[in-house]
């Protein structure tokens, strides 16, 4: 697709059986102005091959440690569309997704879609058996009904599922490649998306399912990074 409204990027770091349904779910979508990027952090699980294989827009790069910003950033270069719609290898996006994010599109604004949290991989993709599947609402459920009240609207993104002003996104640099270990970068870009001028909104119409996994903490060097941030922003919003 040459001129795609939505670019929809996928990182992944060997997860094939999740890529595969995810995958199967955006040919599942009843929104079809989109094109498929999937940005590959370094798969050694037969992730390359098959990809190559099925003659997808794949961008590998070497596994040197976790380098998801970059990974992501890979895509922002390469995508077609207006807008670039985020999402992780272990959000399987419900069949209306896309079309979700293509009735709610502002150039000028980021848009915060959900997860809620499944237990495994789906042997099949019935939405709904997977709706009756999901064993927790996403926990930022509450925080974004009340979006526009929080002090921090930007701690609520989630690059799982995040759809972005492709324009504004390059113009701020993407992601923030100083992050290389897990957690909080998506707070991170979506502030500076905020610092360039973005609103954001929720929608929780845009939904997919999250494949449930442990938890990782969040290394002190990243929580450094958004908080020199966030006192930038505080401090032009005190002027």
Same mark, same amino acid.
């Given at each position: 697709m040459d001129n795609p409204l939505i670019s929809v990027n996928i990182a992944?770091?060997?997860? #094939?059986? !999740? #890529? *595969? *349904? !995810? !995958?199967?779910a #955006?040919?599942?979508?009843? =929104? *079809?102005? =989109?094109? @498929? !990027? @999937?940005?590959?952090? +370094?798969?050694?699980? +037969?992730? *390359?091959?098959w990809a190559t294989e099925q003659g997808f827009n794949y961008h590998w790069q070497e596994d040197k440690g976790f380098r998801l910003a970059k990974s992501k950033n890979m895509g922002i270069a390469v995508a077609k569309g207006k807008y670039f719609l985020s999402l992780e290898a272990d959000v399987i996006p419900n069949y209306r997704l896309v079309g979700a994010y293509a009735n709610n599109l502002s150039p000028n604004t980021v848009i915060l879609g959900v997860r809620h949290d499944i237990e495994g991989v789906p042997t099949g993709l019935d939405y709904q058996a997977l709706d009756k599947s999901i064993v927790a609402m996403d926990w930022r459920m509450d925080r974004l009904r009340r979006l526009g009240q929080l002090e921090r609207p930007w701690r609520c993104c989630s690059g799982c599922n995040a759809l972005f002003p492709l324009d504004k996104l390059r113009e701020v640099g993407g992601w923030n490649e100083a992050f290389t270990h897990y957690g909080i970068d998506d707070y991170e870009v979506c502030l500076r998306m905020m610092l360039a001028g973005c609103d954001v909104m929720a929608l929780t119409a845009a939904y997919g399912y999250h494949i449930k996994h442990d938890l990782r903490e969040t290394v002190d060097g990243n929580v450094k990074i958004l908080e020199d941030l966030e006192a930038v922003y505080e401090s032009r919003n005190r002027i």
């Open positions: 992944t770091y060997n997860q #094939l059986p !999740i #890529l *595969k *349904k !995810i !995958i199967d #955006l040919g599942d979508q009843e =929104f *079809k102005d =989109f094109e @498929i !990027i @999937i940005t590959d952090d +370094g798969s050694s699980d +037969g992730t *390359k091959e």
